[in-house]
């Protein structure tokens, strides 16, 4: 949760799992790939000028791209065609956009033209004749045509974007590399490339008389599995909300059910129950394939089943009683480099004790914010927070508000203030952010406990080059009496492949909770327990994962490189972050407390805490704020060894200073 430079341009590019499948190679087939030679356009553009192939006759390549306005990829590329078009125009060379979905009106090709800066020709290919010409697929997707119109090329624009990964840069530049060879006269020689993007969305002959309608099922099931994101104002890029837009998207939506993509959930099912287990059932999945082998027809959908409720520009339960800002101003983000994160302090000015129902992090500019982090400290803290080791509350990439069980909430203590980590991506263009916190606050006589964040983790680590099963361990602090675990939310980065919790008692024995056989770094899920689990007093996290530094990963930013602990990308991580509750005492419920009693123990909390540093700094004779269990002395094992959170043998400052 705390990393890295995430290399995509907006938060829908967070949902490539959606929309790359890719196209297989149709070798040489002319039937197959629609015949080698243009014969005809006559489409019209948004602004209502019909274009004829006689309009591009003076150019002597013509680059034709199946685009569509919501496919995450046609909008990355869209921009790269443009900038394709400028620099080859000089040379004779003309790109046009096709636009085939019957989902795409000719209002919304003129909004994304304006959105995407688009100044080459952009048509509207209605009943997807043109589409059904070149046998064209997905988006996007793109045609080279010479002089003669013949087809010289077809596929990808290049390979920074596929099925699982995604490219700090293209390995290849397939489009250009086709325009460079046809300019010097020379053959394409890679003539045609895989493609991946989203499934044309036809217009498909219905059955007339099919069982299964998008009002009679199929508009319930999207509704309770994927309206959550697929819907306006959320994170998803499309909505599946209305009949027109969702029989657009049905061919694509079968193919990512079948395959596993979506609804996205990666822990196995053979652990622990999950309450938010987004997994349609084998009858769902039935009936959606049955309603797109059908045409997708609409039946009857006058009596459709009502949207999950949902707070305007929120998901929160209810309008927040507080909204923080995060940062004072919006924030300018440059077009290129390395952002270094940003801190950001802000006072509530809370005069006393208060409880959390629900909190939000909400990013100004999804496009830019990688992740944020809220932590409520003493006012004046300095030095850097622990951020691997818990926090109040996060943003991620794909991340989904989940309550916590009634009577359950985070406190943030009277005279807290407020810090934010942030961590914006540029994205090639200068943008600006300006994100928020909402908090909903509790009743204090309603909450009988109170929820904790930390984790299990491992910062020690070295994976070799090429390795691909590195695998590590990390272990967590103790629970105390009458604690229950509510949730775990893993996270590693693009080399981390899989990722297991067990729960590990007194005595040493484990128990599975869960595991999550493919790591998938786009989603970043809290896995919430279906009843939370009451776990013995004593008992620990221990947390194994694996990671792939081959080639095989296409992920991999560099597979010749020795990886280890760090905040960036080509670093990695591991944290088991969890979050339990422990009930409260007589004298905590309610807000009652006693002033002297809680000062008096923060004051021993910071006695023991200085206490703990003076030794450490004794011991820590070289000064680089790591002791080894084996230069402490015997009779500070057992003191070494709580303090240890990771047990790894080594000690750190950061782990004697984050100690309770």
């Keep these: 949760m705390i990393c890295v430079r995430f290399r995509i341009a907006s938060i829908w590019v967070v949902m490539l799992s959606l929309v790359v499948p890719m196209l297989p190679t149709l070798a040489n087939d002319p039937a197959a790939t629609g015949g080698t030679s243009l014969e005809r356009i006559d489409l019209i553009d948004f602004r209502g000028r019909t274009w004829k192939l006689d309009d591009f006759q003076s150019d002597s390549l013509l680059v034709v791209a199946m685009l569509g306005t919501e496919c995450p990829l046609a909008k990355l590329y869209a921009i790269r065609l443009g900038e394709i078009q400028q620099q080859y125009e000089s040379q004779s060379v003309r790109v046009i956009g096709v636009m085939s979905n019957r989902q795409d009106s000719l209002e919304e090709i003129a909004s994304f033209a304006k959105r995407q800066n688009i100044e080459f020709p952009l048509l509207k290919d209605a009943g997807n004749r043109f589409a059904d010409q070149v046998a064209a697929e997905r988006t996007p997707e793109v045609f080279v045509y010479d002089a003669d119109r013949e087809l010289r090329y077809r596929g990808r624009i290049d390979d920074q974007y596929g099925i ?24 394409v020689s890679l003539p045609q490339t895989d493609t991946v993007g989203c499934i044309i969305g036809r217009t498909k002959k ?8 998008y009002g009679g099922q199929v508009a319930e099931i999207l509704r309770k599995r994927c309206a959550e994101c697929h819907r306006d104002g959320e994170i998803a890029p499309f909505s599946l909300t209305d009949y027109d837009e969702v029989v657009g998207w049905s061919d694509m939506m079968a193919e990512v059910v079948r395959e596993g993509r979506m609804p996205p959930w990666h822990a196995s099912g053979d652990h622990l129950p999950f309450a938010n287990d987004r997994m349609m059932s084998d009858e769902e999945k039935e009936t959606l394939y049955a309603w797109v082998d059908a045409g997708s027809p609409k039946g009857d959908a006058s009596d459709l089943p009502p949207l999950p409720e949902k707070v305007a520009g929120w998901q929160l339960p209810r309008e927040p009683d507080l909204v923080v800002p995060v940062s004072p101003e919006r924030i300018k983000i ?10 950001y302090r802000v006072d509530p000015k809370l005069d006393k004790d208060v409880w959390i129902e629900a909190a939000e992090l909400k990013p100004g500019n999804r496009e830019v914010v990688h992740h944020i982090l809220a932590f409520a400290a003493p006012k004046g803290t300095r030095g850097g927070l622990d951020a691997a080791r818990g926090f109040l509350v996060g943003y991620v990439p794909g991340a989904r508000l989940e ?30 952010d300006q994100s928020s916190l909402g908090i909903c606050f509790a009743d204090p006589e309603s909450i009988t406990h109170e929820i904790v964040t930390t984790s299990a983790l491992q910062t020690r ?6 390795e691909a099963n590195y695998k590590t361990s990390g272990t967590s602090p103790r629970f105390p009496a009458e604690a229950t675990l509510l949730s ?8 981390g492949k899989s990722f297991r919790y067990e729960l590990e008692t007194a005595t040493g024995k484990r128990t599975m909770l869960m595991d999550i056989p493919h790591y998938d770094f786009n989603w970043q899920t809290t ?19 694996t990671y792939d530094n081959s080639e095989g990963n296409l992920n991999n930013p560099d597979p010749t490189a020795t990886v280890r602990w760090g905040d960036q990308t080509w670093d990695e991580m591991m944290i088991g972050y969890y979050h339990y509750a422990v009930p409260l005492s007589e004298q905590e419920r309610g807000g009652v407390q006693k002033p002297e009693m809680t000062l ?39 003191v070494f060894d709580d303090l240890d959170a990771n047990g790894d043998g080594v000690l750190t400052r950061q782990e004697v200073e984050s100690a309770p």
């Design 164 to 187: 699982g990964y995604i490219r700090d840069e293209p390995r290849r530049h397939d489009l250009r590399s086709a325009l460079d060879e046809l300019i010097s006269g020379r053959e």
């Design 206 to 213: 219905v059955a007339e008389h099919s069982d299964v309608t």
């Design 334 to 343: 440059p077009a290129t480099g390395e952002v270094r994160y940003q801190y």
């Design 403 to 432: 309550l916590a069980p009634k009577g359950h909430a985070k406190r943030i203590p009277a005279g807290s203030e407020l810090i934010f980590q942030v961590h914006y991506t540029p994205i090639g263009t200068e943008q600006q």
């Design 461 to 466: 680590l070295n994976i070799p080059p090429g």
């Design 488 to 495: 775990m939310s893993p996270h590693m980065h693009v080399r």
């Design 527 to 545: 896995y919430v327990l279906q009843d939370p689990l009451a776990v013995p007093t004593g008992s620990r996290i221990v947390c194994t994962a």
């Design 600 to 638: 008096r123990e923060r004051a021993q909390a910071l006695i023991r805490n200085a206490a703990r540093l003076q030794k450490f700094e004794q011991l820590d004779s070289d000064g680089d704020g790591k002791l080894a269990r084996s230069d402490t002395p015997k009779k500070l094992y057992g």
